[in-house]
DNA sequence: GGAAGGTCATATCATATGAAACGAAAGTCA
DNA sequence: TGACTTTCGTTTCATATGATATGACCTTCC
C-alpha cells in the first residue's frame, strides 16, 4: 500500500456524523431513563408517542416513529406488563390493538419528559441560540 | 385519560430527530454497498478508516470510530476473509493487530467512496449550499 | 529477574433484532 | 353468500449485538 494514502475522510461525511450523533444522544439519553426506570429506548419512543395521542394502533407508531413492527408490538407487551399502558381491542377493526397510557405510565412519561428536555438543553448549549433553532430546522427539512 | 394531552412533541426533539435521520442515511448508504459488494456497515466504517491509514490497530478504529471492540474485531475478520484486509502482528507489541487494505480492498474502498460522496451529494441537494456548510459545521461542534 | 497488574483482541453467552411465517379479522368481488 | 385477497399484530427462527470472561502479551515495581 502507498505511504500516501489521500483516502476518504470520515469526519467530514456528513451521514457518518449524523449517525454517531444520534447514536451517542439515544444512548445518553437512555441510560439516564433507563437507570431510573427501567425503560428501554423503544419502549420510550412508544411511550412518547402515547404521550400525543390515546388509543393508538400499533400501525400508527411504528409507521410514524420509524420503528419496526415487532419492536413496537415488543415494547407494548413489555409496557403492559409493566403496567404503563393498556391494550384494548376496538370493536370497529378487532384486527387492531389501541394502545393507551395508564395513571402510572403518564406519570412514568412526565418524569421522563422533564428529562428529555433538560437533557436537550443541555447538549444544544453548545450551540448559540440562534444556532439551536437553525440546526433543528434544517433536520426537519433533511427528514422531509 | 383526558381529552386533551399536551404532550411531548417528539417531532421538535432534536435528540430524536438526529437519531431518526442518522439510522435512515446509514441503513440507505448501506443497501447500496451492501447489495453491490456485501458489505456491512460495521465493515465499511473500517474500511473507510483504513483508507486514510495503513496497520491500523483494532484498538485505534473503535476508539476513533465510535464502535464496539468486537464489533470491529468481527468486521475485520469477515473483511480479511472476503481479501480486502490483511490482519498483521506487529513485533513492538504482539498485543495489537494491525489492519491494512489489500489491493483488492483498496479497490472496494474508491467504489464505495464513490458511491457515499454521491448519496450524500444527493441528500445535501435538500438544503442550500451555505446551509450545507452551517450543517456540517454545527454537526462537528455537537460531536467535539 | 519475576510477580502483580494492566492492556489488547477474541471467544462465550445471553439478549436484541428483524425477515418471514402465521392466525385472526376485514375487505373484495363473483 | 362464500371463496380470495389484504391487513394487523404476534410468533418463530436465524443473525447481530455487546457485556463479560479469557488468554496472550506488556509494563511496573520490587
Redesign the interface.
Known amino acids: ?1 502507498s ?1 500516501v ?1 489521500i ?20 444512548v445518553e ?1 437512555g441510560a439516564e431513563y433507563g437507570e431510573r426506570f427501567g425503560i428501554s429506548i423503544p419502549e420510550w ?1 412508544v411511550l ?2 402515547l ?4 388509543h393508538v394502533s400499533v400501525r400508527e407508531i411504528y409507521r410514524r ?2 420503528m419496526d413492527k415487532v419492536k413496537v408490538s415488543r415494547a407494548a407487551t413489555r409496557l403492559e406488563a409493566a403496567g404503563l399502558i393498556v391494550k384494548e381491542i376496538p370493536d370497529d377493526d378487532r384486527r387492531l390493538v389501541a394502545l ?2 395508564t395513571a402510572k405510565g ?1 406519570n412514568v ?1 412526565a418524569e421522563i ?1 422533564d428529562m ?2 433538560d ?2 438543553r443541555r ?2 448549549a ?2 448559540e441560540p440562534s ?1 439551536q433553532e ?3 430546522r ?7
Chains 1, 2 share one sequence.
Open positions: 500500500m505511504e494514502t483516502g476518504f475522510d470520515l469526519d467530514e461525511f456528513v451521514p457518518y456524523l449524523v449517525n454517531v450523533l444520534g447514536t451517542r444522544l439515544s439519553l419512543r412518547a408517542h404521550s400525543q395521542n390515546d416513529v420509524e393507551t397510557l403518564q412519561v419528559v428529555a428536555l437533557f436537550e447538549f444544544l453548545k450551540l444556532e437553525t440546526f433543528r434544517l433536520l426537519k427539512r433533511m427528514l422531509a
